[in-house]
């Protein structure tokens, strides 16, 4: 501890400020937060310069940028030399790594372990470089950037302006159940509770802890705030499913009457309508045996007629027979002799 605080208190003046991180979105932010205060971007890196960004772990490589505090003079045509260049390396708060990780359901170890390797990479970087490197808790710090600003003036011998800084909020809200068991778990590790107290002794934490008890215990209180206004809501909200049920239940009842009232009309249509089959049916019975004795009786008259005509026939020829007989009778002399007697006998008939 005592060679930690020996390095906090020699830093020299750095001509350039390399950023890197574990988080692409913390180095954008403090990144945003000193141009703010008057650095500049710097975009000439030199060889040796390169070589201090090969030291950095592969998941801080992959998040970085170069800036030049304000009041230093232009980088030499070659580049950037590395020792004029002093890296700030951003952490994600162990507390809330472990947390996120065990909300995407890593196991506790897994996600424990997984924290070790990074920070002892970071730490081991961190004795190499000693002096030329400071790290940054990158929740605490930017959320409370007025006090990051005045502590790097002090410790780096800079002239940042931290007039223009604002708090933000954390990138993004953590399960306060998930922090604790984070909390709980990195405490009953031996290994972790070293890394922790080193990271923690060679870091600059300005402001709180990003998740402290206190926040965790306002954010239930928070929660059982909305709970209740929730709960108030809720409350209303089933007096009027109440009021809309007895509706439904009366419009039901309404319903279910007039199926019940459409069901006996339509029982009795069908009633009707069997009925009404049955006399058709009778109907039909009863013509078809009209037709069939009406037919019956055309067929007996019309042998009759044939009969009565056939019978006419030989009635006519007869007569003709007979009127032909007739006359030849009267053609004869003895009836043309005989015509005076026939005179004298009708006239005595008639008187």
Not at 41 to 68: A, H
Not at 194 to 203: D, G, P, Q, V
Not at 278 to 304: D, I, W
Request: proline share 3%; aromatic share 4%; glycine share 2%.
């Amino acid at each position: 501890m005592e060679e930690i605080e020996a390095i906090n208190r020699t830093h020299t003046k750095p001509a350039h400020l390399l950023l890197a991180g574990d988080s692409k979105a913390s180095v954008d932010g403090l990144e945003s937060l000193l141009l703010k205060a008057g650095a500049s971007r710097s975009e000439n890196l030199g060889k040796n310069c390169q070589e201090v960004l090969d030291e950095i772990p592969g998941f801080g490589r992959r998040s970085f940028c170069m800036l030049k505090p304000p009041e230093q003079k232009p980088a030499a045509p070659d580049g950037i030399n590395s020792e004029e260049v002093h890296l700030l390396f951003l952490y994600k708060d162990p507390s809330k790594f472990i947390a996120d990780r065990i909300a995407v359901e890593i196991t506790i170890e897994t996600a424990l372990r997984d924290w070790l390797e990074r920070t002892s990479e970071v730490l081991a970087l961190t004795r190499r470089k000693g002096s030329s490197m400071t790290l940054l808790n990158a929740d605490s710090a930017l959320n409370a950037p007025v006090e990051l600003i005045r502590e790097l003036n002090l410790r780096l011998s800079l002239q940042l302006n931290s007039a223009g800084s604002h708090s933000r909020q954390s990138e993004s809200e953590i399960d306060s159940i998930s922090w604790l068991v984070a909390r709980y778990a990195i405490q009953q590790n031996q290994a972790a509770r070293l890394a922790l107290s080193e990271l923690e002794a060679r870091s600059i934490s300005p402001g709180t802890d990003a998740s402290p008890v206190s926040q965790v215990i306002e954010s239930y209180r928070n929660s059982a705030r909305a709970n209740k206004e929730e709960l108030v809501h809720l409350e209303k909200e089933k007096e009027l499913l109440a009021l809309q049920v007895k509706q439904l239940r009366e419009e039901l009842k309404m319903t279910f009457d007039a199926k019940q009232d459409a069901e006996s009309t339509n029982q009795q249509f069908a009633k009707d309508i069997d009925q009404l089959r049955n006399n058709l049916h009778s109907v039909e019975s009863e013509l078809n045996q009209t037709r069939r004795e009406a037919e019956s009786k055309v067929v007996h008259m019309a042998r009759e007629i044939e009969q009565l005509k056939s019978d006419l026939r030989w009635t006519s020829i007869q007569l003709k027979d007979r009127e032909s007989n007739l006359e030849n009778i009267s053609r004869t002399l003895s009836w043309r002799m005989t015509a005076p007697l026939r005179w004298t006998l009708d006239l005595f008939s008639k008187n």
